[in-house]
Protein backbone atom coordinates (compact mmCIF):
# COMPACT_ATOMS: atom_id res chain seq x y z
CA UNK A 1 0.00 0.00 0.00
CA UNK A 2 1.12 3.73 -0.48
CA UNK A 3 2.73 5.53 2.68
CA UNK A 4 1.55 8.47 1.30
CA UNK A 5 -2.14 7.60 1.67
CA UNK A 6 -5.02 9.25 4.52
CA UNK A 7 -6.63 6.40 4.96
CA UNK A 8 -5.51 2.37 5.10
CA UNK A 9 -7.88 0.22 2.35
CA UNK A 10 -8.58 -2.89 3.34
CA UNK A 11 -8.23 -6.08 1.21
CA UNK A 12 -11.58 -5.74 -0.46
CA UNK A 13 -10.35 -2.08 -1.45
CA UNK A 14 -13.07 -0.70 1.34
CA UNK A 15 -10.88 2.09 3.76
CA UNK A 16 -10.71 1.32 7.14
CA UNK A 17 -9.36 4.60 8.68
CA UNK A 18 -8.73 7.98 8.55
CA UNK A 19 -12.16 11.06 8.04
CA UNK A 20 -13.59 9.11 5.16
CA UNK A 21 -13.69 5.74 6.93
CA UNK A 22 -14.70 6.86 9.96
CA UNK A 23 -17.20 8.56 8.07
CA UNK A 24 -18.56 5.88 6.44
CA UNK A 25 -18.26 3.60 9.24
CA UNK A 26 -20.83 6.02 11.48
CA UNK A 27 -23.05 6.44 8.22
CA UNK A 28 -23.36 2.51 8.09
CA UNK A 29 -23.92 2.32 11.87
CA UNK A 30 -26.61 4.82 12.06
CA UNK A 31 -28.32 3.00 9.06
CA UNK A 32 -28.17 -0.13 11.10
CA UNK A 33 -29.65 1.36 14.33
CA UNK A 34 -32.47 3.34 12.80
CA UNK A 35 -35.00 0.23 12.20
CA UNK A 36 -34.47 -0.71 15.66
CA UNK A 37 -34.90 2.91 16.94
CA UNK A 38 -38.37 3.54 14.85
CA UNK A 39 -39.40 0.26 15.74
CA UNK A 40 -38.75 1.04 20.45
CA UNK A 41 -40.56 4.31 19.13
CA UNK A 42 -43.56 2.80 17.79
CA UNK A 43 -43.64 0.45 21.32
CA UNK A 44 -43.01 3.35 23.26
CA UNK A 45 -46.06 4.97 21.70
CA UNK A 46 -48.22 1.76 22.10
CA UNK A 47 -47.32 1.43 25.55
CA UNK A 48 -48.36 5.22 26.02
CA UNK A 49 -51.88 5.06 24.35
CA UNK A 50 -52.14 1.32 26.57
CA UNK A 51 -51.43 3.91 30.10
CA UNK A 52 -54.01 6.18 28.80
CA UNK A 53 -56.56 3.72 28.58
CA UNK A 54 -55.85 1.98 31.51
CA UNK A 55 -56.06 4.77 33.30
CA UNK A 56 -59.28 5.92 32.18
CA UNK A 57 -60.72 2.05 33.29
CA UNK A 58 -59.30 3.01 36.70
CA UNK A 59 -61.28 6.19 36.84
CA UNK A 60 -64.13 4.41 35.58
CA UNK A 61 -64.05 1.45 38.16
CA UNK A 62 -63.10 4.20 41.19
CA UNK A 63 -65.95 6.22 40.49
CA UNK A 64 -68.47 2.97 40.06
CA UNK A 65 -67.01 1.56 43.59
CA UNK A 66 -67.79 4.76 45.41
CA UNK A 67 -71.24 4.82 43.62
CA UNK A 68 -72.21 1.45 44.35
CA UNK A 69 -70.54 2.12 48.28
CA UNK A 70 -73.02 4.82 48.36
CA UNK A 71 -76.34 2.56 47.18
CA UNK A 72 -75.17 -0.09 49.42
CA UNK A 73 -77.79 -0.54 52.74
CA UNK A 74 -74.88 -3.25 53.96
CA UNK A 75 -72.03 -1.12 54.69
CA UNK A 76 -69.32 -2.82 52.73
CA UNK A 77 -65.69 -0.68 53.26
CA UNK A 78 -65.11 -0.16 49.61
CA UNK A 79 -62.86 2.70 50.46
CA UNK A 80 -59.59 0.81 50.83
CA UNK A 81 -59.43 -0.91 47.62
CA UNK A 82 -61.10 3.00 46.04
CA UNK A 83 -57.37 4.28 47.26
CA UNK A 84 -55.76 1.21 46.07
CA UNK A 85 -57.32 2.55 42.64
CA UNK A 86 -56.24 5.50 42.93
CA UNK A 87 -52.82 4.75 43.51
CA UNK A 88 -52.39 2.57 40.59
CA UNK A 89 -53.97 5.55 38.74
CA UNK A 90 -51.13 7.63 40.04
CA UNK A 91 -48.41 4.91 39.24
CA UNK A 92 -49.55 4.49 35.59
CA UNK A 93 -49.62 8.30 35.01
CA UNK A 94 -46.09 8.27 36.49
CA UNK A 95 -45.24 5.82 33.97
CA UNK A 96 -46.54 7.39 31.36
CA UNK A 97 -44.61 10.52 31.90
CA UNK A 98 -41.75 8.61 32.05
CA UNK A 99 -42.19 7.16 28.90
CA UNK A 100 -43.28 10.62 27.26
CA UNK A 101 -39.89 12.19 28.61
CA UNK A 102 -38.20 8.99 26.72
CA UNK A 103 -40.15 9.23 23.77
CA UNK A 104 -39.01 12.84 23.09
CA UNK A 105 -36.00 12.35 23.94
CA UNK A 106 -35.58 9.62 21.80
CA UNK A 107 -37.10 11.83 19.19
CA UNK A 108 -34.71 14.76 19.80
CA UNK A 109 -31.89 12.06 19.48
CA UNK A 110 -32.81 10.68 16.10
CA UNK A 111 -33.53 14.22 14.51
CA UNK A 112 -29.83 14.93 15.63
CA UNK A 113 -28.60 11.96 14.14
CA UNK A 114 -30.23 12.94 10.52
CA UNK A 115 -29.10 16.13 10.73
CA UNK A 116 -25.50 14.65 10.98
CA UNK A 117 -25.52 12.25 8.48
CA UNK A 118 -27.19 14.80 6.55
CA UNK A 119 -24.38 17.09 7.36
CA UNK A 120 -21.61 14.39 6.76
CA UNK A 121 -23.17 12.98 3.70
CA UNK A 122 -22.78 16.78 2.15
CA UNK A 123 -19.67 17.31 3.08
CA UNK A 124 -18.52 13.60 1.93
CA UNK A 125 -20.31 14.91 -1.78
CA UNK A 126 -18.46 18.42 -1.88
CA UNK A 127 -14.98 16.25 -0.91
CA UNK A 128 -14.44 18.44 1.88
CA UNK A 129 -13.08 16.13 4.84
CA UNK A 130 -13.20 16.97 8.49
CA UNK A 131 -10.50 16.88 10.52
CA UNK A 132 -11.71 15.89 13.57
CA UNK A 133 -14.13 15.22 15.99
CA UNK A 134 -18.26 15.50 14.85
CA UNK A 135 -19.05 19.35 14.72
CA UNK A 136 -21.23 20.47 17.68
Do not use: W
Request: proline residues 4%; contains cysteine.
Amino acid sequence: MAGASSAAVSGAGTPVAGPAGRDLFAEGLLEFLRPAVQQLDSHVHAVRESQVELREQIDNLATELCRINEDQKVALDLDPYVKKLLNARRRVVLVNNILQNAQERLRRLNHSVAKETARRRAMLDSGIYPSGSPSK
